[in-house]
């Protein structure tokens, strides 16, 4: 089975522009869970979604969206973007949810300059 | 104090030793993910496991429910485990993450 996809691997954007990252997760994994990674904060949960609904959401301001298609394939927005938003992005799939096993992409790494 | 703990932060060891990396939580969980980060930001999952024990070649996970502790121990490790190892506990429907036990190991 081929693995949990993200595009593109690398951007750079400007501050107050928006941004859209994807997601494709393995198949038949109906769960799709975006983190950010930064060194200062580590590893934290933005969002699941499950079957075209967002399951959760983790501590970060509504510049920060997402959603999930019919395919299981997801995107993750984030608008008017801030310094503070450059990261690396990762997305994860699994079967069922985030309390079973996680695949994970390879990350977005976004700049903001 | 965060909700997950790992220590130690950085470990350095020789080929064949012995390492142990531990985590603890405060919060309720229903269960419990190590991860491996290599460099340039691949994560792996290694264990997933809400009691007792699970082994997978050199490595070996436990977890003690009543404790809130967990540790993970390489046997025999060698150079290509240098890595960073994240611990993340599965409460209230999200994963909540350590800071990550950044591993080198010397030939």
């Known amino acids: 089975k081929a693995g949990v996809t993200q595009t593109p691997r690398y951007l750079i954007k400007t501050r107050g522009q928006q941004v859209t990252l994807s997601c494709s997760p393995i198949s038949g994994h109906r769960s799709v869970s975006w983190y950010q990674q930064t060194p200062g904060q580590g590893l934290q949960f933005l969002f699941e979604y499950f079957s075209e609904t967002q399951r959760n959401k983790g501590n970060f301001p509504g510049r920060f969206s997402g959603r999930q298609f019919s395919n299981s394939r997801s995107e993750m927005n984030v608008s008017t973007l801030e310094l503070g938003d450059s990261a690396l992005y990762l997305c994860a799939s699994s079967l069922q949810g985030t309390s079973f096993e996680q695949y994970f992409g390879p990350g977005t790494r976004l700049t903001v300059t | 104090k965060n909700e997950v703990e790992q220590s130690p932060q950085n470990l350095t060891a020789q080929e064949g030793e012995f390492i142990t990396i531990n985590c603890s939580y405060s919060v309720g969980i229903s269960a419990l993910h190590w991860l491996q980060q290599h460099p340039g930001g691949g994560i792996v999952s290694l264990f997933m496991?809400?009691?007792g024990k699970k082994k997978h070649g050199r490595l070996i996970a436990t977890i003690n429910i009543q404790e809130k502790h967990s540790s993970l121990h390489i046997t025999a490790s060698h150079p290509r485990d240098s890595a960073v190892y994240i611990c993340?506990?599965?409460?209230?429907?999200?994963?909540?993450f350590g800071t990550g036990t950044r591993l080198q190991v010397f030939p």
């Open positions: 496991l809400s009691s």
């Open positions: 993340a506990v599965y409460n209230t429907d999200k994963l909540i």
